[in-house]
């Protein structure tokens, strides 16, 4: 009699734990809620690219459907000398894409931030001539598109070439010493590279109107000469009550209006203020982390709230969009491991990212994935 007793109680407790594992499968997921519509991605750092942060990659792999590197794909780390390249990272992370089944965008190809000092330099130190750049950046975006050629789905080929302050080309080496064409050219190299790969152009602060003015002129004069370019990237690194939703929305149509697709990348909302004018002075950067580090034990309902109406208002505009948005990619995972937690002033405790510090999705998530079902 006993041992019937057990049996039952063993048998209940199995369908317990059966029921309890398929009511937490059922959950809805934001990769569930926004098929069909538009890709929702993340950022991936290298602790999650190799999977030391098994949470994060539990998360990862369960909410997304779509990744980009975070850093290990830019020139600098992935082409830190002449003729040497380091796959090491960048393998792993495209490894991961394939394996767990995410829409992979290699980020980015050229970008005047963080380009080696060597890339633009001869022997002895001075510029190099049109024809060296040229050929050195060809190499470089055949190398490494070339070997993810049918992995990566897309590639930022060109980010962030417009001028904040008045919209025009930004000075860098790559215009000084190749001239404008240099933008024509790496969409071309690209191209060749991959013929079925999707090729973005990526930059920030689009919404303002005037450097949005010279990005679509760039754009409408890339797609004149025939060059391909797939869609633009809109960069949403914003805070609670800048830019405007209407801003935003004004930048999704004037691109649309070209017959590019529109990515929304890197988007996470900062609830801390922002004041670029501190600068690099330390003294002053203490000062004012003092006085801007505002929530460092937690977010208060009245700012929460905020910030959940933010996030909505922001993902309602995308699914009004979902014909011409084709991905929206969050910076990072959860809130510990944002970059806005150090910038631009290092050490504050921000919150701008759809997950906690535990890993836990905030409660807006679920109210982000209700409007994606009901649209």
């Not at 014909?323 to 405790?349: A, E």
Request: proline share 3%.
């Amino acid at each position: 009699m006993q041992k019937k007793k057990r049996n039952l109680v063993m048998a209940i407790g199995v369908l317990l734990a059966i029921s309890s594992s398929q009511i937490y499968s059922q959950q809805p997921t934001l990769k569930d809620a926004f098929a069909g519509k538009f890709h929702i991605g993340t950022a991936l750092n290298a602790q999650q690219i190799t999977g030391k942060d098994t949470a994060a990659v539990r998360v990862i792999k369960s909410q997304f459907d779509a990744i980009v590197a975070e850093n290990c794909m830019k020139m600098g780390p992935i082409h830190p000398k002449e003729n040497v390249f380091d796959f090491s990272l960048a393998d792993k992370f495209v490894e991961f894409g394939v394996k767990n089944h995410k829409f992979i965008t290699g980020h980015n190809l050229v970008w005047h931030s963080q380009t080696p000092s060597w890339f633009f330099k001869d022997k002895n130190g001075k510029d190099v001539s049109r024809e060296v750049l040229i050929e050195r950046m060809k190499k470089h975006i055949y190398t490494v598109v070339g070997r993810y050629k049918g992995k990566i789905k897309g590639w930022d080929v060109v980010n962030e070439v417009i001028d904040d302050r008045d919209g025009s080309l930004r000075k860098s080496k790559f215009y000084r010493i190749i001239g404008e064409d240099f933008i024509k050219l790496a969409f071309q190299f690209a191209h060749e590279a991959d013929p079925k790969a999707e090729l973005y152009y990526n930059d920030y602060s689009l919404t303002n109107s005037v450097k949005r003015k010279g990005a679509v002129a760039m754009v409408k004069k890339l797609k004149e000469q025939g060059v391909r370019i797939d869609a633009v990237g809109e960069q949403c690194h914003i805070g609670l009550d800048t830019p405007t939703l209407e801003e935003y929305e004004q930048t999704i149509k004037d691109f649309a209006a070209l017959g590019v697709k529109v990515m929304i990348t890197e988007m996470d909302i900062s609830v801390l203020p922002m004041d670029w004018s501190v600068g690099a002075d330390v003294s002053a950067q203490i000062q004012y982390k003092n006085k801007s580090d505002l929530y460092v034990n937690g977010l208060p309902d009245s700012v929460n709230a905020v910030f959940e109406k933010r996030y909505m208002d922001f993902f309602k505009l995308f699914l009004k969009y979902k014909d011409v948005i084709t991905r929206v990619t969050l910076w990072g995972v959860d809130d510990s491991q944002s970059w806005k937690n150090g910038w631009p002033i290092p050490g504050r405790t921000d919150y701008p990212l759809l997950f906690d510090r535990k890993y836990q999705a905030k409660p807006v998530v679920e109210k982000i994935i209700k409007a994606a079902q009901q649209n």
